[in-house]
């Protein structure tokens, strides 16, 4: 979380495709499961293991799909990053909404809060400043672009939530 | 100038829990800008002190560079924060604000780290400083808050 950047360029090379999707896959998974169990506490639920598995599948489909768009449109600045590099920075810049996902799961359980917007989304805000390392890198470290890109991505995740969640 | 228009966005989107005239909003917007500068002196004056290879090599005008460069983090925050209480009606400024500012203050320190300061150093100082800053802005809107419920 503090220097995202050393993290992606010495460790990133050795994680498999799928180690670094299961990332935002718990991620996203928790962050749903939380949006469930707010919204059966008010007794607007349409099922919590249905809202957590549409979270898990999400994370696996929309991390993919940003980094590609973001891949895309970076080539004409840098190519010295592969779309492979891309796909597992940008899933591995939500391990603080992980770790979040699961400090709010807890305090949900236990506590009895709702956590999906206190930790959920504070979670998945966290994400915003590995993807802008993430970005930096594969544009040849052009700010202002990679503030742009950072900004829609994280932009795009919290409305496809807040449309799935109905928040 | 991303940077200071962040702040200003945060600023007006503070000004109606202080006040409800819509002009309050344009006020919040000055006070923000104003507020980003002078949030940002302490970390800067602090980064300057610690950072004596990097105040020879580039001077008070690298540091505050730097900073400036990291605190660029903040502008995502701030636009989200915007996202999210305009287009989704959510409650939402203050987690986006704390975030940000403590993602933009770790950047900075680490930036000022790339021109030849000592890493874990200045990304102790920055996430510290953004700890803070934090701390303040959360204290702003307790009080801000109490103000409203007693007044």
Known sequence: ??????????????????????????????LFLQSGLDLDRSGASDGIAGLALLGVLL?????????????ILVLPFDRSRSLGWAVRAFALAYSPALIYGLCGLIANIVLGWNTAVAFGVTGVLWAISPLFAALREMSG?????????????????????????GA | MLRMLAFAAVGALMAPRFAEEPEAMVFGAVIGAIAGVVLLAPLRWLLWLVNAKVRKEHGYSGIRKAVGAGFATFVPFAFLAVVAEIGFGWDALTPFAMAGLMAGAGAAGLEVARLGGHRILNLVIGVACGFGLSIVW???MVMVQEAHAFG
Not at chain 1, 1 to 30: C, E, H, K, Q, S
Not at chain 1, 59 to 71: E, F, Q
Not at chain 1, 142 to 153: I, Q
């Open chain 1, 1 to 30: 979380m503090a220097d995202p950047r050393t993290v992606l360029t010495n460790y990133i090379d050795d994680l498999a495709w799928p180690a670094a999707l299961a990332v935002p896959a718990l991620a996203f998974g928790l």
């Open chain 1, 59 to 71: 994370g696996v489909v929309v991390v993919p799909v940003t980094a590609l768009v973001a891949w």
């Open chain 1, 141 to 165: 470290d052009r700010r202002r672009l990679s503030l742009v890109l950072a900004t829609v991505v994280g932009a795009a995740v919290l409305a496809v939530w807040a449309v799935a969640v």
């Open chain 2, 138 to 140: 959360t204290m702003v």
